[in-house]
Every structure is written in structure tokens, then in C-alpha cells.
């Protein structure tokens, strides 16, 4: 019978720990601010918003912005259907800390 009420009391204060950290959403990182409104001017409001997402600047998009040639070939790729996502996942633009928020978000 002791070992009964032992476990009991020891599932009591295990159970409702494990069940909460399970249930809790993840904590978005904050990405805001400055930074993210000068990278909004310079690069576009796109690329502001993928940042406060945890999504980093790509070196394709700096040399959109210097040359022409970079711009037909991103329209060469967007027309044979390259998406986002691949491109994220090739470069492995997104920010470590938000993999689990995001991955969270998309899946509410």
C-alpha cells in the first residue's frame, strides 16, 4: 500500500509539470525596431516583415538592388515555380531561435 501512495504522490507532482510544458506555446524572439524599419527602406517592406520573422537578408536581394541582371534572373526562377520556402531552406536563411515559433504557428 506504500508504494502505492508513493507512486501516486510522485505522479501527482510529475504528471502536471510534463503535461503544461507540453502544451505551452513557444516564445517568438523579438525582432523589432530600428533595424528592421532601415532594412524595410533599403530592401523593401518585404524583406522587413521576413526579418522580424527571423528570416535574414540574402545576398541575392543586395544585388538586386546593384544590378539589373540579378533581377531577371530572380523572375527567370519565380517563373519556374522556385518558392520560398526552398530557397529558405537551401540558404538556410531562417534564424535558429524562431524554427520552433514558426513551426508552431503553421501548424495552429
Wanted: net charge neutral.
Amino acid at each position: 500500500m506504500r508504494k502505492f501512495l508513493v507512486w501516486i504522490l510522485i505522479l501527482s507532482f510529475l504528471l502536471p509539470s510534463l503535461v503544461f510544458a507540453q502544451s505551452q506555446e513557444p516564445i517568438k524572439p523579438e525582432r523589432k525596431g530600428l533595424t528592421s524599419c532601415l532594412i524595410g527602406c533599403c530592401f523593401g517592406s518585404r524583406v522587413g516583415y521576413m526579418y522580424n520573422e527571423g528570416v535574414g537578408i540574402r545576398t541575392w536581394e543586395i544585388l538586386e538592388l546593384l544590378t539589373g541582371i540579378a533581377v531577371i534572373v530572380s523572375l527567370i526562377e519565380i517563373y519556374n515555380g522556385k518558392t520560398w520556402t526552398e530557397i529558405e531552406q537551401k540558404e538556410e536563411l531562417r534564424d535558429p531561435e524562431f524554427k520552433e515559433w514558426h513551426k508552431w504557428m503553421t501548424n495552429k
